[in-house]
């Protein structure tokens, strides 16, 4: 049941992203380029996200269960350090130079875009040296 419940929401997150424009890369680059021909409208798609993900947040930060009575592991750390600007810094590069980000170039893939496979792999080669540079 769990797994039937995954895929319907992960789908319902990839439709998501292709209706509300978040995994198409120009999109996304125009929304970034401010100081051009900015494109405001994903500003309205996060804030939506935002309002409707706000109190699931909150009654899981109260009561870290899942409706399947699974502990919900939330993070311990929070301080900002410099793992967490390095890697935003990163993560933020990346995104402006490509347009997308980890589950809109899966869902990219999903719509044929072969280009998003060069993303996905720079993004693995990424994970692989961080795991060996850290020994994670």
Known sequence: MKNIFAFLFGSL???GLIISGMSNPEKVLAF?????????????????AILVAFIPFQRAK???????????????NHQIDQDLIVGSLI???????????????LTLIGLGYAQALYFIGAMLIGMILHRKIRGV
């Open 13 to 15: 997150f990839s439709l």
């Open 91 to 105: 993560f933020g590069i990346g995104w402006g130079i490509a347009g997308i980000c980890p589950a809109p170039a």
């Open 32 to 48: 970034l380029d401010i100081f051009g021909t900015w494109d405001a409208s994903l500003a309205f798609v996060m804030i939506g």
């Open 62 to 76: 109260r009561h870290p269960i899942t409706l399947f009575k699974e502990k919900i592991e939330l993070p311990q």
